[in-house]
Nanobody, 111 residues
Framework: QVQLVESGGGLVQPGGSLRLSCAAS????????MGWYRQAPGKQRELVAS???????NYADSEEGRFTISRDNAKNAVYLQMNSLKPEDTAVYYC?????WGQGTQVTVSS
């Protein structure tokens, strides 16, 4: 069993930034691809970005250039730096490691 705990969400104005963090309870996540997903009300959960254990990254087209995913394998952690946030980025953001999901953290972009 792996527990993933996200943090860093909140309310931010358009154009602002947030940094999400996800801490895994077990080091097994250090050898898996980890990812950030998001789910807006009434929409399906979608991939935001992922990063392999070796540091190779993949981004959804709409986020590339604004978001940066990174990880610290020694801390079993993955991060998502989000810049130039838009109202359409409003969603619950989830961390994933293998088949495990975190509980999500709310990101609201609004003036």
């Amino acid at each position: 069993q792996v527990q993933l705990v996200e943090s860093g969400g909140g309310l931010v104005q358009p154009g602002g930034s947030l940094r999400l963090s996800c801490a895994a309870s077990r080091s097994i996540c250090s050898v898996y691809t980890m990812g950030w997903y998001r789910q807006a009300p009434g929409k399906q959960r979608e991939l935001v970005a992922s990063i392999t254990s070796g540091g190779s990254t993949n981004y959804a087209d709409s986020e590339e250039g604004r978001f940066t995913i990174s990880r610290d394998n020694a801390k079993n952690a993955v991060y998502l730096q989000m810049n130039s946030l838009k109202p359409e980025d409003t969603a619950v953001y989830y961390c994933k490691c293998s088949g495990y999901w975190g509980q999500g953290t709310q990101v609201t972009v609004s003036s």
